[in-house]
């Protein structure tokens, strides 16, 4: 996963919500630090959903705020790298609430397989069981995205995603515990060539010790050494698994839709 974050802003209340939208996009048109975001409204609601690297953009709504005294921005958002999660809530130009704190472990199941010549990633999977239903996220060499496995439905965020494969959006709150599974189980095994940083340096240079390429998605070498060690040799490769019967099952409708590319 690149080194970003994610956070939600929503705009409520019985007011001017499509002058406030203008005012905001007038704004961020001029701010040269504004970062990627996504509009998601809907009636009665203003959704701005945005890709993070450098900080929460409370300037800008506060200042489109100001004029709108009758409107609520509510901002939610989770920061894996810092391992905190937070709500703000920003009316008539100041902030009036705020409040942080630490992300819980996410209690998973894996499974990671690699080819042993040249350590290249064939699946890395890791997914959380909920009421018979899997929530997860997986990577390979090539790709990744976050997944969705129920009822023998496998449904798939290609890229990782806001929406669906078919183009249906990621309710918010499976898109927040989605992410709460892709970063914790990135950060124990994972590191991406889109990475940065003294880790990522450092992890290059031992992937070029080993003699293996650098790919989209790459097992974190420490991880690497252990799977080493107590790895199973398959057909497939190098595999360290932890998945029960359900997350079996939903290993292998992955692997087939991905191969297929019939991802639903």
Not at 19 to 43: G, K, L, N, Q, W
Not at 216 to 225: D, E, I, M, T, Y
Request: aromatic share 10%; proline share 3%; net charge negative.
């Amino acid at each position: 996963m690149p080194d970003t974050f994610r956070a939600t802003l929503r705009v409520t209340g019985a007011g001017r919500l499509r002058e406030f939208a203008e005012r905001v996009r007038s704004i961020m048109v001029r701010d040269i630090d504004a970062e990627h975001y996504t509009e998601c409204h809907r009636e009665g609601q203003l959704e701005y959903r945005f890709e993070l690297k450098k900080g929460l953009p409370f300037p800008d709504f506060a200042a489109a705020s100001q004029d709108f005294p009758e409107l609520r921005v509510e901002a939610e958002w989770v920061h894996p790298q810092q391992g905190m999660r937070g709500r703000a809530v920003i009316e008539n130009g100041r902030l009036t609430e705020s409040a942080t704190e630490p992300l819980g472990k996410v209690d998973l199941r894996y499974d990671v397989t690699l080819t042993v010549e040249d350590g290249r990633l064939m699946l890395a999977m890791a997914c959380r069981e909920a009421a018979g239903e899997l929530l997860g996220y997986a990577a390979n060499a090539e790709r990744h995205g976050y997944f969705h496995y129920a009822g023998g439905r496998l449904r798939v965020a290609d890229g990782a995603g806001e929406n669906w494969a078919d183009g249906t959006p990621i309710e918010e709150r499976m898109l927040i515990a989605l992410e709460d599974v892709a970063f914790t189980f990135a950060d124990e095994w994972l590191w991406f060539d889109q990475s940065s940083g003294t880790q990522a340096d450092l992890e290059r240079a031992r992937y070029a010790d080993f003699g293996y390429a650098v790919r989209g998605a790459n097992v974190r070498s420490q991880a690497l050494a252990h799977l080493r060690r107590s790895g199973e040799d398959t057909t497939e490769g190098l595999r360290l698994s932890s998945l029960d019967e359900l997350g079996r099952e939903a290993r292998a409708a992955l692997l087939a839709a991905w191969r297929s590319e019939r991802i639903r």
